[in-house]
Structure formats: structure tokens, C-alpha cells
């Protein structure tokens, strides 16, 4: 069976703020900047981006399904949630495609409680550090693994 040609970002809270917070260890590009660089590629590529931010953890759990049967994968920042919300791993492993974890920051050299990814449990794959481009990684990784599924 084809699958779609849509993949689902997802940015969980405070990444609104992107630019604005924490710049030496977010950088300066904005929520909006970003978004426009994960549509330029997707449509350079082939493919589209739905785009969800929330602070709130219902609401990534609620994308996250929604997501499933329209979009063949997922990259995910589910931001602080990433270190104790069971309810957001349990839907990325319940999600019907590929899921890749994104982190702009370097998060294992930073606060130790940064350590504890649960979400990443449930992750096909994982990047931390790169920056934004992060997010551009992720997406070529979902591309390779539509590949070999024929999307």
C-alpha cells in the first residue's frame, strides 16, 4: 500500500519561543524561520509538512495520533516533555510509521536531569545538538526509510 506523502513536525512547549530564549543554547532562528525551512525542504523534496507547536501535553499526544493513517512519519521535539511524559512515548510507539526524536541543544551536556530521554524510548531515531538543522536531518531520515517502504 502507498503511503502519504506528508510527514508531521511537532514541537512541544516553549518552542514558540525559539530566537527569543536561552540563544547559547537554542540559537536565534525563530519558530516561524524554522517552519519555513521544513516546508521549503519538504516541498524541495517532494513531500509536505504538517507543523503542530503546544505547551500543552494532551495536545502532542492528540497530533501525534492524528497523525497516524495522513502522515508516514514523524519528527518530534517534545521539548521538556521528553523526560517523564509516558503518555507522549506511548503514542510515538503506538504511531503507524517512523518516528525521529529531535533536540536543538545538546542535552547531555547540559543539567543532568536532561539526561533522562523517555521519550526517545520510542524513537526509530534520535538527534541532539545540531540546531535547527536538526530538524533537516530528521527529515532526510524519514525520506530514506520512505524509500523502502515505496512512499
Given at each position: 500500500?502507498?503511503?502519504s506523502?506528508?510527514i508531521?513536525?511537532?514541537?512541544?512547549?516553549?518552542?514558540?519561543?525559539?530566537?527569543?530564549?536561552?540563544t547559547?543554547?537554542?540559537?536565534?532562528?525563530?519558530?516561524?524561520?524554522l517552519?519555513?525551512?521544513?516546508k521549503?525542504?519538504?516541498s524541495?523534496?517532494?513531500?509536505?509538512?504538517?507543523?503542530?507547536?503546544?505547551?500543552?501535553?494532551?495536545?502532542?499526544?492528540s497530533?501525534?495520533?492524528?497523525?497516524s493513517?495522513?502522515?508516514?512519519?514523524?519528527?518530534?521535539?517534545?521539548?521538556?516533555?521528553?523526560?517523564?511524559?509516558?503518555?507522549i512515548?506511548?503514542?510515538?510507539?503506538?504511531?503507524?510509521?517512523?518516528?525521529v526524536?529531535?533536540?536543538?541543544s545538546r542535552?547531555?551536556?547540559?543539567?543532568?536531569?536532561?539526561?533522562?530521554?523517555?521519550?526517545?524510548?520510542?524513537?526509530?531515531?534520535?538527534i541532539?545538538?545540531?540546531?535547527?538543522?536538526?530538524?533537516?536531518?530528521?527529515?532526510?531520515?524519514?525520506?530514506?526509510?520512505?524509500?523502502?517502504?515505496?512512499?
Amino acid at each position: 500500500m502507498k503511503l502519504s506523502r506528508t510527514i508531521t513536525v511537532i514541537n512541544g512547549p516553549n518552542l514558540s519561543q525559539l530566537g527569543n530564549r536561552e540563544t547559547e543554547h537554542y540559537g536565534t532562528t525563530t519558530q516561524d524561520e524554522l517552519l519555513e525551512m521544513i516546508k521549503e525542504k519538504a516541498s524541495k523534496d517532494g513531500f509536505t509538512a504538517d507543523y503542530i507547536q503546544s505547551d500543552i501535553e494532551g495536545e502532542l499526544v492528540s497530533a501525534i495520533n492524528s497523525a497516524s493513517g495522513t502522515s508516514f512519519g514523524i519528527v518530534i521535539n517534545p521539548a521538556a516533555y521528553s523526560h517523564y511524559s509516558i503518555a507522549i512515548m506511548d503514542a510515538m510507539a503506538a504511531f503507524d510509521g517512523p518516528v525521529v526524536e529531535v533536540h536543538i541543544s545538546r542535552v547531555f551536556s547540559r543539567d543532568s536531569f536532561r539526561n533522562n530521554l523517555v521519550t526517545a524510548q520510542a524513537a526509530d531515531a534520535f538527534i541532539a545538538g545540531a540546531g535547527v538543522r536538526g530538524y533537516l536531518h530528521a527529515m532526510n531520515i524519514l525520506y530514506e526509510l520512505a524509500e523502502k517502504t515505496e512512499v
